[in-house]
């Protein structure tokens, strides 16, 4: 059974930093590209960052770029979201997601919701002002 379990989420003060972790089980982990999504309280979920299966590729939303980085560790079956310069509107429940690779050269990324495989349940991450 495929298993994602995120953490490391909670209350932090504007400009204040959190590091997001999602660990696997139940697959091979080096063989999934990996995202975060998020939801905001009344919102669509959104892409936030995605990284290849190798973690030679790494892509952000607009809204996070220069203030989030995705990184990986396969011998840990880990992905995390370190959160810098956090402003309120970056609350919300944060997922991480993993879509399994088609080959092995397969290196692509992905950012949209219906492409990932698997879901974790979320952590909520809340900015105060």
């Known amino acids: 059974q495929v298993q994602l379990v995120e953490s490391g989420g909670g209350l932090v003060q504007a400009g204040g930093s959190l590091r997001l972790s999602c660990a696997s089980s139940?697959?091979?982990?080096?063989?999934?590209?990996l995202g975060w999504f998020r939801q905001a309280l009344g919102k669509e979920r959104e892409f936030v960052a995605a990284i290849n299966w190798s973690g030679s590729s790494t892509y952000y939303a607009d809204s996070v770029k220069g203030r989030f980085t995705i990184s990986r560790d396969n011998a840990k079956n880990t992905v995390y979201l370190q959160m810098n310069s956090l402003k309120p509107e970056d609350t919300a429940v944060y997922y991480c997601a993993a879509k399994g690779r088609r080959y092995y050269s397969d290196y692509r990324i992905y950012t949209a919701n219906f492409e990932y495989d698997y879901w974790g349940q979320g952590t909520q991450v809340t900015v105060s002002s």
């Open positions: 139940g697959l091979t982990f080096s063989s999934y590209a």
